[in-house]
Every structure is written in structure tokens, then in C-alpha cells.
């Protein structure tokens, strides 16, 4: 995990250095656009989103290296780190999983439905949304009733 967290801060310095070098490189290219363009930003045609972009990667970088360092010190060296360590020394509870479920599939379907129906209409939403929330109601209470229940 320390070495994975170590690639991360790579990451975020290489992004930021990446970020730098674009913002400069946007400001002192001269602009080739058209006349009836936005005003410039503090005197410079400036292109906003590919930094804005590659700013962003970086926090993002940063916060999973941030998660990973802080995870390795409060839980100390894991299996995946030991090069000498068995695939069984990895092997533990992941979690309580069932053997069947239609839940998902029909969850699924409903949020695609949903999804649809920016394209199709709104009325379509209608339909699909209270359908969705019953499967997903099913879905989450599925282990406290029938067969599985604890």
C-alpha cells in the first residue's frame, strides 16, 4: 500500500506540473480565434477547461494517495505488500454476498428505464421511478425475509 500511495503523489505532481505547463502554454501562444470572442481573461485568451481538467486529476490523485497513506500507517503492512506471502495469507471474510438475486437485474432495468426518459419523455420517468424504488426497497430488505432472512 506504501508503494501505491508513493505512485499516487507522483501522480499529483506530475498532473500539477502538467496543469502548470498547459496554463502557460494556453497564455503565451498567441490566439488564432474568432473576432467575436469572449472577452480575455486578464488580458490573455484564456482556455479554462483543460486546466481546470488537469488541476482536478491532480486533487483527485491527491486524495487517493492521501487514502492509501493514511491507510497503510493506522493498518500496517498487508499481505500484497510481502513479496514472500501466499495467495491464502490474502484470503479473508469479504463479505455476506447471496446466492441469487433478482433485485439487481430489475433495479438495473428501472434506472434504465429512468435514464431513457430524458430521450423518450417524462412520462416515462414516471413509470420507471416508482418501480425502481420498490426494487431498490427489495433490494436492501431482501435478507430480512424468506429463504436468507437473519
Not at 48 to 60: H, K
Not at 89 to 100: H, K, L, P
Request: charged share 10%.
Amino acid at each position: 500500500m506504501r508503494t501505491n500511495a508513493r505512485l499516487f503523489w507522483l501522480l499529483t505532481v506530475i498532473y500539477l506540473i502538467l496543469a502548470t505547463g498547459y496554463t502557460a502554454w494556453n497564455l503565451l501562444e498567441p490566439y488564432k480565434g474568432l473576432e467575436d470572442s469572449p472577452t480575455p481573461f486578464f488580458g490573455a485568451h484564456f482556455e479554462i477547461i483543460g486546466t481546470a481538467a488537469l488541476a482536478m486529476l491532480s486533487i483527485m490523485s491527491a486524495f487517493i494517495a492521501f487514502y492509501l497513506g493514511k491507510t497503510h500507517r493506522t493498518q500496517g503492512p498487508v499481505p500484497e505488500d510481502n513479496p514472500q506471502a501466499k495467495i491464502s495469507d490474502g484470503d479473508s471474510e469479504i463479505g455476506f454476498f447471496n446466492a441469487w438475486s433478482w433485485w439487481p437485474f430489475f433495479l438495473g432495468l428501472f434506472g434504465a428505464i429512468v435514464f431513457a426518459s430524458l430521450a423518450v419523455g417524462w412520462w416515462l420517468f414516471f413509470i420507471g421511478f416508482p418501480l425502481g424504488l420498490v426494487a431498490l426497497v427489495g433490494f436492501v430488505f431482501e435478507n430480512s425475509r424468506g429463504q436468507y432472512a437473519h
